[in-house]
């Protein structure tokens, strides 16, 4: 089996802050870097790393082409990249603060600009059983999602950035959710989940989309996988954050990456759970993400 990433691939524009901008202000950085990134981008270098068989589609600009190499270099096949000469890259525009935590600010750009003759074309690569990963920083997601359906693939969904557009896709479809709290209770309504705790948000997950496995980050508080057989509860392993960017990319290729080459659940979501603290530990977003020997040894 093999594993396609369909998603983003942005240029990240770095900005280390005392603490994130406030309405009608302006803030000095204290630095600038710039990183290759985008959810997608992360997930693909996260899933080869993690020892999966890998395979990324998306589209970006002339701008772009240094994401490609990023990519290569750790293993990943880009020949289902689109490079369209019209267009920008997607971008970010991330705020780092002293605690580590961050905010991010999106460009679509090229990212918005996937076409179905594009999706056709990529999804004939594949076959039933090989894993299809999705975020939420492209276009066309509801086709895709639709013709990968038909074809067998299994379909991991990550609801990120988490918007209405998630809402109005063909959910049932998926096999895996991939989503921290704050994006289950997006899912799932605030009135209706506002006292629920983690294993109550999957809970309820599980009773929106039965046929689906569900995955629910908490940072510090560790996470949950469930599904029709079992429940599996993940600690977190502590360590002194500096950048949190990767975190949730990170877990969920190293999660994948795990099923793929053959773990169970369990040792396949402690293993996400230490690749996850060992981004933290380090700047950017691709840069951060560990290599399998380093979260083995």
Same mark, same amino acid.
Do not use: W
């Given at each position: 089996?093999?594993?396609?990433?369909?998603?983003?691939?942005?240029?990240?524009?770095?900005?280390?802050?005392?603490?994130?901008?406030?309405?009608?202000?302006?803030?000095?950085?204290?630095?600038?870097?710039?990183?290759?990134?985008?959810?997608?981008?992360?997930?693909?270098?996260?899933?080869?790393?993690?020892?999966?068989?890998?395979?990324?589609?998306?589209?970006?600009?002339?701008?772009?082409?240094?994401?490609?190499?990023?990519?290569?270099?750790?293993? +990943?096949? @880009?020949?289902?990249? *689109?490079?369209?000469?019209? %267009?920008?890259?997607?971008?970010? =525009?991330? $705020?780092?603060?002293?605690?580590?935590?961050?905010?991010?600010?999106?460009?679509?750009?090229?990212?918005?600009?996937?076409?179905?003759?594009?999706?056709?074309?990529?999804?004939?690569?594949?076959?039933?059983?090989?894993?299809?990963?999705?975020?939420?920083?492209?276009?066309?997601?509801?086709?895709?999602?639709?013709?990968?359906?038909?074809?067998?693939?299994?379909?991991?969904?990550?609801?990120?950035?988490?918007?209405?557009?998630?809402?109005?896709?063909?959910?049932?479809?998926?096999?895996?959710?991939?989503?921290?709290?704050?994006?289950?209770?997006?899912?799932?309504?605030?009135?209706?989940?506002?006292?629920?705790?983690?294993?109550?948000?999957?809970?309820?997950?599980?009773?929106?989309?039965?046929?689906?496995?569900? +995955?629910? @980050?908490?940072?510090? *508080?560790?996470?949950?996988? %469930?599904?029709?057989?079992?429940? =599996?509860? $993940?600690?977190?392993?502590?360590?002194?954050?500096?950048?949190?960017?990767?975190?949730?990319?990170?877990?969920?290729?190293?999660?994948?990456?795990?099923?793929?080459?053959?773990?169970?659940?369990?040792?396949?979501?402690?293993?996400?759970?230490?690749?996850?603290?060992?981004?933290?530990?380090?700047?950017?977003?691709?840069?951060?993400?560990?290599?399998?020997?380093?979260?083995?040894?």
């Amino acid at each position: 089996m093999k594993v396609l990433c369909f998603g983003s691939l942005n240029i990240d524009y770095t900005y280390k802050v005392d603490h994130f901008v406030k309405k009608g202000e302006t803030l000095s950085s204290d630095g600038l870097e710039v990183f290759s990134g985008g959810k997608g981008l992360n997930q693909s270098i996260a899933l080869s790393r993690a020892g999966a068989e890998t395979y990324h589609a998306g589209a970006i600009g002339e701008d772009g082409r240094f994401l490609l190499a990023q990519l290569a270099d750790s293993g +990943v096949n @880009t020949d289902c990249v *689109a490079v369209l000469p019209d %267009m920008q890259s997607g971008h970010a =525009i991330i $705020q780092n603060d002293r605690e580590g935590d961050n905010c991010i600010l999106l460009y679509g750009g090229a990212n918005q600009a996937v076409t179905k003759s594009q999706v056709d074309k990529v999804l004939e690569r594949f076959q039933e059983g090989d894993f299809l990963v999705l975020q939420n920083e492209i276009n066309e997601l509801a086709y895709i999602m639709e013709c990968a359906g038909r074809k067998g693939l299994k379909i991991v969904l990550n609801p990120s950035p988490m918007n209405e557009k998630i809402l109005g896709l063909p959910l049932e479809r998926v096999d895996y959710f991939m989503l921290n709290q704050v994006e289950a209770v997006q899912i799932l309504g605030e009135e209706a989940v506002e006292k629920l705790d983690g294993e109550g948000l999957v809970e309820a997950l599980r009773k929106r989309f039965p046929r689906a496995a569900i +995955v629910l @980050t908490m940072g510090g *508080a560790g996470s949950i996988y %469930m599904d029709e057989k079992e429940t =599996i509860r $993940q600690q977190a392993y502590p360590v002194q954050a500096v950048d949190t960017t990767a975190a949730g990319d990170t877990f969920t290729g190293f999660f994948i990456g795990g099923l793929l080459r053959g773990l169970e659940h369990k040792a396949a979501m402690d293993e996400a759970s230490k690749a996850a603290a060992i981004s933290v530990t380090r700047q950017g977003a691709a840069p951060s993400i560990p290599l399998l020997k380093e979260v083995e040894g």
